[in-house]
Every structure is written in C-alpha cells, then in structure tokens.
C-alpha cells in the first residue's frame, strides 16, 4: 500500500503568486514516510554520483521517460492537492496527465542553455499572453536536496522577462516541489560542484479538451521548420488532423492569429480563421 502523508495547504495566497511570477516553490511540500519511500523509489531508478562516476552516462546526464522503471514513482501524479491547484490554473476540471521524466545530473555536466521555454516542445500553438489555460500546468519534485553548484534549475519571473541574471536557483531543501506553467522562461545550469547529484522528478497536466498539446510526439514539432512548412501548406481542415483547434474556436484571437502568423507563414492566407475578439 502506499503511503500518502498530508500536505501543506495550497492557498490563495500560492495560487496568486504562481500567477504572478509564472512559478511557484514549495519547500519539503513531501515528507515523512512518504518522502522515505519515494527516495527509495527514485534510486531505483537513478543512481548516485558515487555509484557511476567510474563509468558516467553520456554527457554526465541521465533522462528517464514515463512510465518511470519504477511504479511508485508514477503516484506522484496522483495528489489530489496538486491536481485541485492544476484545475484551477487550467480552468477545467477535466485534465489528463502529460508525460513525465525523471532526470539526473552529475559532476562535469554542461548545460548550455541561454534560457527556453517549455511551450516550444510542450504545444503546437505559440504562447499566448491572454489565455493561460492554453498552456500546461508542470511540476518540479526535488526529492532530495539541492545544494549550491549541483545544477539547480534557473527560473525567471514573469517581471523579469527573459534576464537570466534574475533567476533564480532552485537551490531547495528535499521534498520541495516547484510548480509553474510552460510560459515560464527558464535554464538547466551547470553542475559546478565535485560530487553529489541532482535528481528531479516532473509532470505535466493539461486541460483533457486541448489536443494540441503533449511531449514526446508530435506536439513538440511547432518550432521545427520542416514541420511549419507543412502546416502552413493546409488548409484548416487538414490542420485538424494534426490537432489544431479548428476555426471558430475560441482560441483564436487577434493576439494568437498574430502569433500563430509569425510561428506559421500563411497560416490565415486563404481567411479561414476569424478573430473571436
């Protein structure tokens, strides 16, 4: 059976702060038994610094796509505190679960990231500045503690826009989760540190009704070229086969038909899309 320990309320308070800085950490959110179990679970699956550095894996760098090797790891979808916090970002009460990963970092990682956006390879359709239920709503588990030089994740807020000297460093205690949608910017860093490791567990949800989004198939194609050229060359019934919101939707409005323009040349050239607003 497992264990579920209660957790911290998420408040009013949480959920404004989520909103206005595009993320939100929680420190020890798990813990107690359930922490134990769970970082039992997770080095099943990803190994200490001190078990591999004779023989690293590729790049000092280890990704593990769901379904985790470990079962356990997968109720981590489950907190009913999350996924109430996930309904109400996406305004919806019907979500489905995104895939999720698990990830290592160890000494000698290079990061090379100047900053990204998750929407990229998370959604076929561009960001949108007025709708947030058009993203996703991830989450961040760091079972175990994160310390200075270990790799911790960079996040920006959403004031800052895209200054990487702002961010912050997900330098956390263990059981901290950090929640935030995929219009945050954000960056891996570098693992500066000589031993230790960085284990991350994370997830998505997304709203049930939004087809277009996902990771690992083709939803992570929006920004590739090959991919824009052919979408640009449908027509929007063709588009709906692969996922896009078909016209009328509400989705459409002047600012995403702008956006959607940029991402895909052509895309409104035979006027098939009118603007809702």
Known sequence: MYVTQPHQKLTDEHFAQLLEDGYL???RYIRGEELRELQIAQR???KPWDEIKHSPPAGNSFFACYPPPDARMARLYLHPELIAF?????????????????????PGFVAGDTGHFDNGNNSLLP???????????????HLEEV????????????????????????????????????????????FTAAEGQRFTWGFGLGRADHHWEGF???????GVKPFQEAVSAMDARERTLFRFPPPGHAYYTK???????????????????????
Not at 127 to 141: A, L, P, V
Not at 216 to 222: E, I, S
Request: one cysteine or more.
């Open 44 to 46: 099943r699956v990803l």
């Open 255 to 277: 600012q995403t038909l702008a956006a959607l323009e940029k991402q895909y040349p052509g895309w409104n050239a035979k006027g098939e899309y009118a603007s809702v607003d």
């Open 86 to 106: 996930g309904q109400r970002f996406l305004k919806s009460p019907n979500l489905l679960a995104r895939v999720g990963c698990m990830l290592a970092r160890y």
């Open 127 to 141: 960001i949108t500045e007025s709708d947030r239920e058009y993203g996703q709503f991830g989450c961040w588990i």
């Open 147 to 190: 310390k200075e030089g270990q790799a911790p994740l960079l996040l920006v807020k959403r004031k800052d826009g895209k200054d990487l000297k702002k961010a912050q460093p997900l330098i956390c205690p263990e059981g901290t989760i950090c929640l935030f949608n995929n219009y945050c910017w954000h960056a891996a860093s570098d």
């Open 216 to 222: 690992k198939h083709y939803t992570d194609l929006g």
């Open 25 to 27: 950490i929680i420190p």
